[in-house]
Nanobody
């Protein structure tokens, strides 16, 4: 079993930056690809970014490409999401996820709120 706990969300002005962290416990996260998803009010949960086991291969939604960076530290059992040039449309609850197939995760965190004011 894997437990995931996100942190680092908050309120930021448009153009600002935030760094989200996701700490894992239980089974080590280096067994799984990791990812971030987000859900805005009234919308479905959507994929944001993922990082493979090697920490090198990364994938991004077109809406965040060039602004967000995902990374992982397997020694610390932690995955990060650096978010720059934030826009009001980035406002959502951000969820950390892990799974053999990251687009259909086996494990989810509880989510952290990110609010971007205009």
């Amino acid at each position: 079993q894997v437990q995931l706990v996100e942190s680092g969300g908050g309120l930021v002005q448009a153009g600002g930056s935030l760094r989200l962290s996701c700490a894992g416990s239980g089974r080590t996260l280096n067994r799984y690809p990791m990812g971030w998803f987000r859900q805005a009010p009234g919308n479905d949960r959507e994929f944001v970014a993922s990082v493979m086991l090697n920490g090198i291969s990364t994938y991004y939604a077109d809406s965040v490409k060039g602004r967000f960076t995902i990374s992982r530290d397997n020694a610390k059992n932690t995955v990060y999401l650096n978010m720059n040039s934030l826009k009001p449309e980035d406002t959502a609850i951000y969820f950390c996820a892990a799974g053999k197939v990251i687009l259909t995760p086996d494990y989810w965190g509880q989510g952290t709120q990110v609010t971007v004011s205009s």
